[in-house]
């Protein structure tokens, strides 16, 4: 059963921006923290960005701050990411994720276990 549906992914030129769209058609997930995660080529998943229930806390890993801002639209069940200044190493699949444990913006990957099919995202030098 599909819950979590990315969009939003291409191919850009260094600098350039994308922003990512994720929508869920799990009611329950409103109430959890929701995030991004990525995984490129013979890279091991990573926790991007995640963002509280109510939207009001985010955490970002180091590598991404400053370019990208993630957000969520409660009424929509929709989650984004906002990437600017995306670089050649942000090339990856970029995968929508929820958790059914924690309401905050966690930075702990394994309190997030919902997880969309992922879209890709290719930054060209």
């Known amino acids: 059963q599909v819950q979590l549906v990315e969009s939003g992914g291409g191919l850009v030129q260094a600098g350039g921006s994308l922003r990512l769209s994720c929508v869920t058609y799990e009611q329950t997930f409103s109430a959890y923290a929701m995030g991004w995660f990525r995984q490129a080529p013979g890279k091991e998943r990573e926790l991007i960005a995640t963002?509280?229930?109510?939207?009001?806390?985010?955490y970002y890993v180091d590598s991404v701050k400053g370019r990208f801002t993630i957000s969520r639209d409660r009424a929509k069940n929709t989650i984004y990411l906002q990437m600017n200044g995306l670089k050649p190493e942000d090339t990856a699949v970029y995968h929508c994720a929820a958790s059914s444990v924690t309401g905050t913006a966690s930075s702990y990957s394994s309190y997030f276990g919902h997880w969309g099919q992922g879209t890709q995202v290719t930054v060209s030098s």
């Open positions: 963002i509280s229930w109510d939207a009001d806390h985010t």
